[in-house]
């Protein structure tokens, strides 16, 4: 059985995508496949892929053929994978590349912030960022207590009323 890694078409028409998947060559486009190994959208803007690289280096090393247009997205990948430039700014798993951010606003906090040194990883960092602000807490606190402070002046009310 020789094993492709190829692209299977997706979506409707006029708006395709595609999945990257390893198939034996035999079956057809739309047919049974071994594995999906990404997907790859080309009317996408900006980053339009993601592959699982550890599983695409698994298949091209058991003696899968790839096709020109995989190959390209290969090449991109690994390209991404060495300048950093397809680096996320959240811890990914391992192998993957992924999207990166759409708007300036998603880009401005990463832009702002300092790098981290040596000595400090980038997954405390990205811990230390994902860390809730204290003042949110208070302002509910806050609206708890006034909530709390209501029901104990009508509780006093009725009482009253029902004194007299």
């Known amino acids: 059985m020789a094993v492709v890694v190829r692209l299977r078409r997706m979506g409707t028409t006029n708006k395709p ?29 900006g980053v339009n892929y993601e592959l699982k690289m550890d599983r695409v280096d698994y298949w091209t090393g058991v003696g899968a ?20 430039a397809a680096a ?28 981290a040194t040596p000595a400090e990883p980038k997954a405390a960092s990205a811990e230390a960022e994902s860390a809730v602000p204290e003042e949110p807490v208070a302002e509910e606190t806050a609206s708890e207590e006034a909530a709390a402070e209501e029901t104990a002046e009508q509780d006093a009310e009725s009482e009253k009323k029902e004194e007299s």
């Not at 990257?20 to 739309?30: F, G, H, I, M, W």
């Not at 759409?102 to 990463?110: I, Q, S």
């Open 65 to 84: 053929r790839t096709t020109e247009t995989v190959d390209s997205l290969i090449k991109k990948a690994r390209r991404g994978e060495k300048s950093g």
């Open 17 to 45: 995508y595609f999945r990257v998947v390893a198939a034996d060559e035999r079956t057809p486009n739309k047919g049974r496949v071994l594995e999906n190994l990404g997907w790859y959208a080309p009317r996408q803007q």
């Open 88 to 115: 996320p700014t959240k811890a990914a798993a391992p192998g993957k590349v992924r999207k990166l951010a759409d708007t300036p606003e998603e880009l401005a906090p990463a832009a702002s912030e300092p790098e």
